[in-house]
């Protein structure tokens, strides 16, 4: 086996038994990327040389018999939305293009501190609105199964870097299923931890409510190891969670005893793809022979949670993305050219002593803004603004956004409910596999519904898991997911791993031509 096909935990062994080298892994990645990304996409920013020197100091460290940390050396791509000291972090945007943050995420601090390598940032869907980085405005990243599709999205980058060996462990952010979509339709592992439990900080924000970072690698084990490193209380983000954070790693190789599973039934109606609904099956039939109890559950405002998250999400981003205003940060138009033709349109309307239309002139300032925002954002943006400003605003607010919150807690007593009957909640992750690129780019709402049954855990809180459970007779990857209830992360990274034990989905790799 050669290292870019070992596993970030394998990695971590074979560093300890003197095996390898984290100068030699992260070379390794480095010319696999100079090899392929060119075709995939799935990075905005390589690290290179600055990435060689990381692990060069924790290999010196290592000889000098110091400690290291849990990381060990090992190379992380991050999604571009978590702010960088330094190093350009775009947001796949036109509006952040240049922007150059002072300060590190908590989660990029903290695998620094825990000696993991800043591999590169990863391509994404403008500011993580999309499903399939089809948004970005640096161009699509493409599913390293098959090139014509989407990676999914909007952690596409993130996804489509660990499946094409690209990276060993990544960090997507997930507020309606961009870490889980795109690891199911590129078949590697991810997690969306609970609400609070990994802290913000430094993430730029789309729906504060529903962000959450989390970690995507082969293996649920490479789970547990990075999250490991950047879970816990964090003083910077008033939202993180003041809850100990076990030692994930240490426990996952163990299995638990008399499981209960909650198979919505919601989950398997007419929307899922048949090819879909026979690997989903099969992979339960994986925990029934390993004597879980198998058992059918209703979440029955489920139905409700694409509407009600498309309503509160956009409704977030509408105030959060206020503040691009080409002011503080961020693109600003050309305002020289912008004066030029103020000027003139001025001067036209006064010789022609048009008055109304003087007075209906709009001012240089409110110009600047309005030319800025629609210069530096794309149209998914623009339409997650609209649709959340509509929502906001005075005489809509009680009929759409204070219902979408009541609609939004009734999903929650749906879990709480489910979670007295049973430990975990099985079922797809995806209606369907990742589809071709360019197939769902001008019709947003099919793209929307493709997020059917990963909104609910953002609107609840709740941690969820992703993992690869088949390939369609096509060759595509097809996700499994698992729902836990809030805080269990450990308790659900063990289930993730048993069933890995038993099957080998996340061992398989895509060939790359
Ligand atoms: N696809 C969903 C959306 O477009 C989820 C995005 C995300 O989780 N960041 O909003």
Redesign the pocket.
């Known amino acids: 086996m050669t290292l870019i096909q070992m596993t970030a935990t394998e990695l971590k062994a074979a560093i300890e038994q003197g095996q390898t080298s984290c100068v030699e892994i992260t070379r390794a990645y480095l010319d696999e990327i100079g090899r392929v990304d060119a075709r995939v996409n799935a990075y905005l920013w390589k690290g290179g040389q600055s990435a060689l020197d990381a692990a060069q100091a924790v290999d010196e460290r290592r000889t000098r018999g110091q400690d290291v940390g849990l990381l060990a050396g090992l190379p992380v791509a991050i999604k571009d939305l978590l702010c960088t000291r330094g190093l350009r972090t775009t947001c796949a945007s036109r509006m952040l293009a240049e922007f150059v943050p002072p300060y590190d995420a908590t989660v990029v601090q903290r695998i620094a501190q825990a000696d993991g390598v800043l591999l590169g940032k990863t391509n994404l ?1 403008e500011f ?4 399939s980085t089809e948004n970005s405005a640096f161009g699509v990243t493409r599913n390293p199964w098959d090139l014509d599709r989407v990676a999914g ?3 596409g980058g993130a996804a489509a870097c660990v499946a094409a060996s690209t990276a060993p462990l990544s960090i997507g ?7 889980r ?1 795109p690891a199911a339709f590129c078949g590697v592992s991810g997690l969306k931890p609970t609400y609070g439990r990994v802290s913000r900080y430094g993430l730029v924000a ?1 729906a504060s409510s ?2 959450q970072i989390g970690p995507l690698g082969w293996s649920v084990a490479d789970l547990a190891l990075l999250l490991e490193a950047i879970a816990g209380h964090d003083a910077a983000d008033a939202t993180s969670a003041d809850v100990p954070v076990p030692a994930y790693t240490r426990t996952v190789n163990e299995s638990l005893k008399g499981l209960k599973l909650g198979v919505p039934r919601e989950h398997f109606d007419d929307g899922l793809d048949p090819a879909v609904a026979k690997l989903v099956q099969a992979a339960i039939d994986v925990y029934r022979q390993q004597g879980a109890e198998i058992r059918e559950i209703s979440l029955p405002h489920s139905r409700y949670a694409i509407a009600a ?2 309503i509160i ?1 956009p409704s977030e981003a509408s105030s959060n993305l206020a503040r691009y205003d080409g002011a503080h940060y961020g693109y600003r138009t050309d305002e020289v050219k912008m004066m030029e033709e103020w000027e003139s349109e001025r001067k036209a309307l006064e010789k022609a002593g048009d008055d109304a239309g003087l007075n209906a002139l709009d001012s240089p300032l409110v110009r600047m803004y309005r030319r800025s925002r629609a210069e530096g954002f794309g149209a998914e943006v623009k339409r997650r603004i609209m649709l959340g400003t509509y929502a906001l605003s005075a005489g809509y607010y009680d009929a759409y956004y204070l219902k979408a919150l009541k609609v939004r807690r009734l999903i929650r007593d749906d879990y709480d409910r489910a979670f007295q009957e049973v430990d975990f909640i099985v079922g797809p992750v995806t209606p369907s596999p990742a589809f071709a690129v360019g197939a769902m780019i001008d019709d947003p709402l099919s ?2 519904l ?2 059917l049954f ?2 609910s855990a ?1 609107l609840a809180g709740i941690a969820s898991l992703a993992i690869p459970c088949g390939l369609t007779e096509q060759g595509l990857p097809v996700g499994l997911q698992l729902q836990a209830p809030p805080f269990q992360e450990e308790r659900l990274l063990r289930a993730g791993h048993m069933y890995q034990v038993e099957t080998d989905w996340h061992r398989q790799r895509p060939q790359l031509p």
């Not at 993580?128 to 499903?131: F, H, K």
């Not at 952010?173 to 870490?179: E, H, R």
Request: overall charge negative.
């Open positions: 869907d993580a609105m999309g499903g999205g909007s952690s952010t997930d507020t309606g299923g961009s870490i979509q789309f529903l962000d998250y498309y999400a793209l929307y493709q997020d990963t909104v953002n």
